[in-house]
C-alpha cells in the first residue's frame, strides 16, 4: 500500500512525462468532487476529503510545504460546507431541506474582492519570508502569483461552502490561471486536467442558476 502512495511509482506517462497513481487518484477524486458539487450534492464534501487528503501526501513528498499547508484550511472549509449544506438554518432551506443556492450582494461582492487581496497580501508576504525562518521551506519564486492561486482558492471554498453562485466564478478564474501556469511551466498532463476542471466550472455556474430559479418558483408557489 505504501508504494502506491510513492510519486515515483509511475501510472503511465504523456510526453516523456510521468504521472503517478497518486497524482492519478488526485485527479479522479477532484474531479469527481467538482462535478458533483456542480450539480449540487453534498456528496461532493465527503469526496472532498479524500482528495485534499491526497493532496496533503502528494505535496508532503514533494516538499511542496507551503501547498501542503493549506490543506489541513481545506478540510476545515469542507468541513464548514457540509454542516452548512446538510444542516440549513431556518429560511435558508430549498426544497429537499438543502441549503438554497443564493447570490451575495453587490457590497458583499466588493467585500469578497477586498478579502480577496488582503488574503493574497499577507499570504504572499509570508511565502518571501517562510525561507527565512526554516531551511525546511524552498524559496518561493513567484510567492505573490502563488498566494493569489491560493486565495482564489480559498474564496471560491468558501463561498461554495455557502453555496454562492459567485463561488463559480473564483473557480473559473482559478482554472483559467492554472491552464497558463501549467503550459508555461511546459507540463503536458495538469492543463488538460485543468481544462476539465473549467469544463465542470462552466457546468456548475449553469446548473446553479437553473437550481436557483427552481427554488424561486417553489418559494411562490408554495
Request: aromatic share 16%.
Given at each position: 500500500?505504501?508504494?502506491?502512495?510513492?510519486?515515483?511509482?509511475?501510472?503511465?506517462?504523456?510526453?516523456?512525462?510521468?504521472?503517478?497513481?497518486?497524482?492519478?487518484?488526485?485527479?479522479?477524486?477532484?474531479?469527481?468532487?467538482?462535478?458533483?458539487?456542480?450539480?449540487?450534492?453534498?456528496?461532493?464534501?465527503?469526496?472532498?476529503?479524500?482528495y485534499s487528503a491526497?493532496?496533503?501526501?502528494?505535496?508532503?513528498?514533494?516538499?511542496l510545504y507551503t501547498?501542503?499547508?493549506?490543506?489541513?484550511?481545506?478540510?476545515?472549509?469542507?468541513?464548514?460546507?457540509?454542516?452548512?449544506?446538510?444542516?440549513?438554518?431556518?429560511?435558508?432551506?430549498?426544497?429537499?431541506?438543502?441549503?438554497?443556492?443564493?447570490?451575495?450582494?453587490?457590497?458583499?461582492?466588493?467585500?469578497?474582492?477586498?478579502?480577496?487581496?488582503?488574503?493574497?497580501?499577507?499570504?504572499?508576504?509570508?511565502?518571501?519570508?517562510?525561507?527565512?525562518?526554516?531551511?525546511?521551506?524552498?524559496?518561493?519564486?513567484?510567492?505573490?502569483?502563488?498566494?493569489?492561486?491560493?486565495?482564489?482558492?480559498?474564496?471560491?471554498?468558501?463561498?461554495?461552502?455557502?453555496?454562492?453562485?459567485?463561488?463559480?466564478?473564483?473557480?473559473?478564474?482559478?482554472?483559467?490561471?492554472?491552464?497558463?501556469?501549467?503550459?508555461?511551466?511546459?507540463?503536458?498532463?495538469?492543463?488538460?486536467?485543468?481544462?476539465?476542471?473549467?469544463?465542470?466550472?462552466?457546468?456548475?455556474?449553469?446548473?446553479?442558476?437553473?437550481?436557483?430559479?427552481?427554488?424561486?418558483?417553489?418559494?411562490?408557489?408554495?
Amino acid at each position: 500500500m505504501g508504494a502506491f502512495f510513492d510519486l515515483h511509482n509511475i501510472f503511465f506517462t504523456i510526453n516523456g512525462q510521468g504521472v503517478s497513481y497518486l497524482e492519478f487518484c488526485a485527479v479522479i477524486f477532484g474531479l469527481t468532487s467538482v462535478f458533483l458539487a456542480s450539480l449540487a450534492k453534498a456528496l461532493n464534501y465527503w469526496i472532498g476529503f479524500v482528495y485534499s487528503a491526497l493532496l496533503f501526501v502528494m505535496f508532503l513528498q514533494k516538499n511542496l510545504y507551503t501547498n501542503m499547508l493549506l490543506q489541513p484550511v481545506s478540510i476545515g472549509i469542507l468541513i464548514y460546507g457540509l454542516y452548512k449544506w446538510t444542516r440549513p438554518a431556518t429560511g435558508e432551506k430549498n426544497g429537499k431541506y438543502q441549503l438554497k443556492i443564493s447570490f451575495l450582494t453587490p457590497k458583499q461582492r466588493i467585500m469578497h474582492l477586498v478579502l480577496l487581496s488582503v488574503i493574497v497580501f499577507i499570504w504572499g508576504f509570508i511565502l518571501t519570508r517562510l525561507h527565512s525562518l526554516s531551511d525546511v521551506f524552498p524559496p518561493a519564486r513567484a510567492p505573490y502569483l502563488d498566494a493569489t492561486v491560493a486565495g482564489l482558492m480559498l474564496m471560491a471554498q468558501l463561498l461554495a461552502a455557502r453555496k454562492k453562485w459567485e463561488s463559480w466564478i473564483f473557480w473559473i478564474v482559478l482554472n483559467i490561471c492554472n491552464v497558463i501556469l501549467y503550459i508555461s511551466a511546459g507540463l503536458v498532463f495538469m492543463p488538460i486536467v485543468a481544462v476539465c476542471y473549467l469544463a465542470l466550472n462552466v457546468i456548475g455556474i449553469i446548473h446553479w442558476k437553473k437550481e436557483w430559479k427552481k427554488q424561486e418558483n417553489y418559494v411562490e408557489n408554495n
